[in-house]
């Protein structure tokens, strides 16, 4: 192929020999020249113009690699120095599949043949070539439009160096992510624990884009006497930062929660903390405590999101007011609410990235979560997979989802009998205590614990009632409840001053039923209830059956 008639039909070259050969000097008219030889002022000689240097020589000494094709086909018409350097010889003439098959393992030829229709140059961006090195592809037309006999300039600049650099870059945020997303998983709980009263399952998802693991939690604690903890958070931010901010405040609740206070006062803690681990970081989070004995879950939010509750009917509301600012904030007095959670009913916590969508709003979001849970049935594993499908959470979802369904089941039959309350109100007087340990033993005797369990639960029910008698004041009320796996004894008054496990001495009177309590049980804790007063209790660890 003619070189020389091709380099004439680069873009602007025909223009330019125009602007030649028509164009008058207007000079004297203000006008600005064509470039063209001129002579300098030191005399040296004269500087050839730009359109009067050979492109072939030009094109041979550019480091850049370059090809030109021609027709329908694509036949090869020249390729450069650099380009037979880095790829070889090449035969001229032959169509490109076969000269340039480097460019076809690209995935360059459609690029070629969209070129030459529309006539609009295209480029193809870092693309490793065979030769082990990255190159970026520019395709420009080099004929005007409606040339049957059009050609392509291809022209390849080396990016190696800038390609490893961005790969060394990802290379780097991806360690930084799965330093971040180890940091997060190690810090949830591992194995949730499972209350008697309760079904509970938890997953955890992280966010798909780089570096983008963020501070989402969710805790299950026991807090004894039958009653539960769910906790679900959200620290702002991402990276192993938020990570480790999430891992304070998730340790700082477990503290927390052992005191078994009422959740906003939970949140008033956690409140303080969180300004004093980073003023400039906040959280959001939701803390909630089941009671079966009440059927309600009591809670308080901070900047969080609402826990949705489907009933037995499928029937599903969600937790309103109260909700304070995030954690962190500072300067904010949380309350607490509750609603109804009764056998059959089904609760779900999760963090923003389950419902928020760039491209509609948080409500909506929260609204089709609604319409999920109405229809998902089966265990609490099974809820919270459909949720997160429901929701279209997938490997590359842009935030981290955390979400957290419990169940109160409800039970009938062989398994409701291994479920059993009774409750008697003490009035007061010499014969409460007696009264108290005669109801006692006709109730564990009718659950038909053997004699050495009956035995404990008796005394444990008559140093409960006689330090409540002692040092409380009426309403005075004694529950027993057996689970499928513990006895639990509590008793409640009036009195808010919260006993304390003390050493008596020899010669003291008093102060030994505590201890006696917690020498016989296998777990007692007390707490201040919300309408006032305290309650005190004990729990005892069933034999399990034999198979």
């Given at each position: 192929m003619n070189f020389t008639r091709w380099s004439a039909r680069l873009p602007g070259?025909?223009?330019?020999?125009?602007?030649?050969?028509?164009?008058?000097?207007?000079?004297?008219?203000?006008?600005?020249?064509?470039?063209?030889?001129?002579?300098?002022?030191?005399?040296?000689?004269?500087?050839?113009?730009?359109?009067?240097?050979?492109?072939?020589?030009?094109?041979?000494r550019v480091p850049a690699l370059v090809a030109l094709v021609h027709g329908p086909d694509h036949r090869l018409g020249y390729v450069n120095?650099?380009?037979?350097?880095?790829?070889?010889?090449?035969?001229?003439?032959?169509?490109?599949?076969?000269?340039?098959?480097?460019?076809?393992?690209?995935?360059?030829?459609?690029?070629?043949?969209?070129?030459?229709?529309?006539?609009?140059?295209?480029?193809?961006k870092s693309r490793r070539a065979v030769d082990g090195r990255s190159y970026t592809f520019t395709c420009t037309p080099v004929a005007e439009d409606g040339d049957r006999d059009g050609g392509v300039l291809v022209f390849a600049t080396d990016v190696t160096d800038h390609a490893e650099a961005a790969e060394?870059?990802?290379?780097?945020?991806?360690?930084?992510?799965?330093?971040?997303?180890t940091l997060q998983r190690s810090l949830l709980p591992q194995d949730l624990e499972q209350p008697d009263d309760l079904r509970i399952a938890a997953t955890y998802q992280p966010g798909g884009t780089e570096a983008a693991v963020g501070g989402d939690w969710y805790d299950v604690i026991t807090l004894g006497g039958g009653r539960t903890a769910l906790v679900i958070g959200d620290v702002m931010g991402r990276g192993v930062r938020a990570a480790a901010v999430m891992g304070q405040l998730r340790t700082a609740v477990r503290a927390y929660a052992r005191l078994d206070l009422p959740p906003h006062e939970v949140l008033q803690l956690l409140d303080g903390l969180a300004t004093e681990i980073d003023p400039n970081q906040i959280a959001t989070c939701a803390y909630a405590v089941h009671d079966p004995n009440e059927g309600r879950l009591v809670y308080a939010s901070a900047g969080h999101l609402?826990?949705?509750?489907?009933?037995?009917?499928?029937?599903?509301?969600?937790?309103?007011?109260?909700?304070?600012?995030?954690?962190?904030?500072?300067?904010?007095?949380?309350?607490?609410?509750?609603?109804?959670?009764?056998?059959?009913?089904?609760?779900?916590?999760?963090?923003?990235?389950?419902?928020?969508?760039?491209?509609e709003d948080l409500d909506e979001g929260i609204a089709a979560l609604e319409r999920a849970l109405a229809g998902a049935t089966g265990s609490p594993q099974v809820v919270c997979d459909r949720l997160v499908r429901s929701a279209g959470v997938t490997a590359d979802h842009d935030d981290d989802v955390a979400v957290l369904v419990l169940q109160q089941p409800a039970r009938t039959g062989p398994d409701g009998e291994l479920f059993r309350n009774a409750a008697l109100e003490l009035l007061g007087g010499v014969e409460a205590a007696p009264r108290a340990r005669a109801f006692a033993s006709g109730v564990l005797t009718s659950w038909r614990f053997p004699a050495e369990l009956h035995?404990?639960?008796?005394?444990?029910?008559?140093?409960?009632?006689?330090?409540?008698?002692?040092?409380?004041?009426?309403?005075?009320?004694?529950?027993?409840r057996r689970t499928d796996r513990r006895l639990i004894v509590e008793v409640t008054d009036g009195d808010d001053h919260l006993p304390r496990r003390r050493r008596a001495e020899p010669a003291?009177?008093?102060?030994?039923?505590?201890?006696?309590?917690?020498?016989?049980?296998?777990?007692?804790?007390c707490r201040r209830t919300p309408g006032g007063g305290k309650a005190v209790w004990c729990e005892f660890v069933l034999p399990r059956p034999r198979p």
């Open positions: 070259t025909q223009r330019r020999a125009a602007a030649r050969t028509e164009t008058p000097d207007r000079r004297g008219e203000g006008s600005v020249p064509a470039a063209r030889a001129g002579q300098p002022a030191d005399g040296t000689g004269p500087v050839p113009a730009v359109d009067e240097l050979p492109a072939r020589d030009v094109l041979d120095d650099a380009y037979t350097t880095a790829f070889g010889p090449r035969p001229a003439g032959a169509p490109a599949r076969e000269a340039l098959p480097e460019l076809a393992e690209l995935g360059l030829l459609p690029l070629l043949d969209q070129v030459l229709r529309s006539g609009r140059p295209r480029t193809l060394r870059l990802r290379a780097s945020e991806r360690r930084q992510r799965e330093t971040a997303v609402p826990i949705l509750v489907r009933d037995e009917h499928g029937t599903v509301s969600r937790t309103e007011e109260p909700t304070g600012p995030p954690l962190g904030t500072g300067g904010w007095m949380h309350s607490s609410g509750s609603i109804a959670l009764g056998p059959g009913s089904t609760a779900v916590l999760y963090t923003d990235g389950l419902v928020e969508r760039r491209d035995d404990l639960g008796v005394l444990a029910t008559s140093e409960l009632v006689a330090n409540s008698l002692q040092h409380g004041t009426p309403p005075m009320r004694l529950r027993l003291d009177e008093s102060g030994r039923g505590i201890a006696i309590v917690a020498t016989i049980a296998s777990s007692w804790g």
